[in-house]
């Protein structure tokens, strides 16, 4: 049984813990926040034992075995190395960080010290991923990859108002190519690797943070475009095109369903049952590599989190998006 703190006691933290719950291997044993009084709130509704105001309390308690980073994106280079440095395995909380060189800081830190560092990307290890992935030889020449994930922030009436939430500001790394773009990017590299060319256009906000995007990225045989918005909401299917077949697949940040269109115009059901909550296939993949001695995923790995971070970055600079970090 693995032993996992939770560091950020937001709604995606209520999520993974709820997941967990389908995980055997694994038990939430204890919060780290920076209020004590939130910390206590959190930990009675989730019914943890164990809550902690400073992370270097939460990795010396004794208590833990790995924690789940889920704070804003500024910080998670900071948490995850003190960590790491502390011998403490860490699952962070995608995008892993907003820089190249700080993603290195990050992975070096992992290899360093021999301890585990995971990107908390669920998607790709949920098992209609792997299913697409299965299928890719079946499509014949893969010509086209388009993905898309835009919704509507539940912050962005707010933001229309004046009162600025993190999700639109920039020193807390946020945006979005940052939330919601990395879902239609890290899939892409997974399968098909870096691009040789990138353009790429954003509607940039007051605050300087993109609302939304487009990206239009070249391989050696097949073309991709990924779209992203925080401010309209989308419902296109996600779609990778052969020369004799396509698939479609329904929500590209957490696949659940995969149909396959020949040429003809035959449909075909492929998908395969994810009985278990989406988030919690990521604490699995955590686990077993925890349990096998690894530092990195066998499918998050290091490169791949550092090939994301890199094509973001390009994305962002040449939207004319930065953040302090920068």
């Not at 719950?21 to 009675?44: H, L, M, P, W, Y």
């Not at 990924?226 to 052969?242: A, H, R």
């Not at 003809?264 to 492929?270: A, M, P, Q, T, V």
């Not at 049952?273 to 096998?292: C, G, T």
Request: net charge negative.
């Amino acid at each position: 049984m693995m032993r996992i703190g939770v560091i950020g006691t937001n709604w995606i933290t209520d999520r993974f813990i709820n997941a967990s719950q389908d995980v055997e291997s694994a038990k939430i044993t204890a919060v780290c926040s920076r209020s004590q009084e939130k910390g206590d709130e959190f930990a009675k509704k989730h019914g943890i034992p164990n809550v902690y105001t400073s992370i270097q309390a939460l990795c010396q308690s004794g208590e833990i075995d790995g924690v789940y980073i889920a704070t804003p994106n500024a910080v998670h280079h900071e948490q995850t190395i003190e960590c790491l440095e502390a011998g403490i395995p860490v699952l962070c909380e995608k995008p892993l960080t907003a820089t190249y060189e700080l993603a290195e800081k990050m992975i070096q830190t992992s290899r360093q010290n021999g301890v585990l560092l995971m990107e908390a990307m669920k998607s790709t290890v949920m098992p209609n991923f792997k299913r697409v992935k299965e299928l890719l030889p079946t499509l014949g020449t893969i010509r086209q990859y388009s993905a898309h994930f835009s919704r509507y922030s539940s912050r962005y009436d707010q933001f229309k108002q004046g009162k600025i939430e993190n999700a639109f500001k920039p020193e807390m790394a946020n945006g979005s190519v940052m939330d919601l773009g990395v879902y239609t990017i890290y899939p892409l590299i997974a399968l098909f690797g870096m691009p040789k060319e990138v353009k790429a256009i954003s509607t940039n906000l007051h605050t300087g943070v993109d609302g939304q995007g487009m990206v239009l990225l070249s391989y050696a045989d097949m073309d991709a475009v990924v779209t992203f918005s925080k401010i309209t909401d989308s419902y296109l299917p996600s779609e990778i095109s052969g020369e004799n077949a396509a698939l479609h697949i329904s929500h590209i940040s957490g696949p659940d369903n995969v149909l396959k269109i020949t040429k003809g115009g035959e449909r075909e059901d492929l998908t395969v049952a994810q009985p278990k909550a989406s988030m919690a296939y990521e604490l699995e993949e955590f686990v077993h590599a925890f349990e096998n001695g690894q530092i990195e995923s066998s499918t998050n790995t290091h490169e791949l989190s550092l090939n994301v971070v890199a094509l973001m970055q390009t994305i962002r600079q040449q939207t004319g998006v930065s953040y302090p970090l920068d």
